[in-house]
């Protein structure tokens, strides 16, 4: 269960940082701290909530995302997995070495929608299955490495 939490927490907090990061807004640091909104230079650290976010460990937050005409993923320990379905409460996964890459159901907390994901737990390779509401199913070779 905390694994689940854990996952959620940083998908959270990469899509966060992901939103953060569109461009387009026309808005630069000089910009933010004129209209009174505060910016942080890139590289430095953020820190919130005893988390603590650098450039280095950001991309470390973000899944692994898997789509259904994918065969192979690699990842490393401690990775997420984020597998693209089209109806993620209906969608059901599994794997087949659970030590390996434990498997989280699609689901809905606050009115948004999760696909399924994954967590790379240790070196290895697992075989997990998404299968689809209409029966239709993929199966992907993860690859976990240490």
């Given at each position: 269960?905390?694994?689940?939490?854990?996952?959620?927490?940083?998908?959270?907090l990469?899509?966060?940082?992901?939103?953060?990061?569109?461009?387009?807004?026309?808005?630069?640091?000089?910009?933010?701290?004129?209209?009174?909104?505060?910016?942080?230079?890139?590289?430095?650290?953020?820190?919130?909530?005893?988390?603590?976010?650098?450039?280095e460990?950001?991309?470390?937050?973000?899944?692994?995302?898997?789509?259904?005409?994918?065969?192979?993923?690699?990842?490393?320990v401690?990775?997420?997995?984020?597998?693209?379905?089209?109806?993620?409460?209906?969608?059901?996964?599994?794997?087949?070495?659970?030590?390996?890459?434990?498997?989280?159901?699609?689901?809905?907390?606050?009115?948004?929608?999760?696909?399924?994901?994954?967590?790379?737990?240790?070196?290895?390779?697992?075989?997990?299955?998404?299968?689809?509401?209409?029966?239709?199913?993929?199966?992907?070779?993860?690859?976990?490495?240490?």
């Open positions: 269960m905390r694994r689940i939490v854990a996952l959620a927490a940083a998908t959270a990469a899509a966060t940082f992901v939103a953060g990061c569109s461009s387009g807004s026309g808005t630069d640091s000089a910009d933010q701290a004129a209209a009174g909104g505060e910016s942080t230079p890139v590289g430095d650290t953020v820190e919130g909530d005893g988390i603590e976010i650098t450039d460990n950001l991309a470390m937050l973000a899944p692994i995302v898997v789509v259904p005409d994918q065969t192979e993923a690699l990842a490393n401690g990775d997420g997995l984020e597998f693209m379905v089209d109806d993620p409460l209906a969608a059901t996964i599994e794997s087949d070495n659970p030590a390996v890459v434990e498997v989280i159901p699609g689901r809905e907390e606050g009115g948004i929608e999760y696909n399924p994901g994954g967590m790379a737990l240790s070196a290895g390779t697992a075989n997990v299955t998404v299968t689809n509401a209409d029966g239709t199913s993929f199966v992907v070779v993860v690859t976990i490495e240490g």
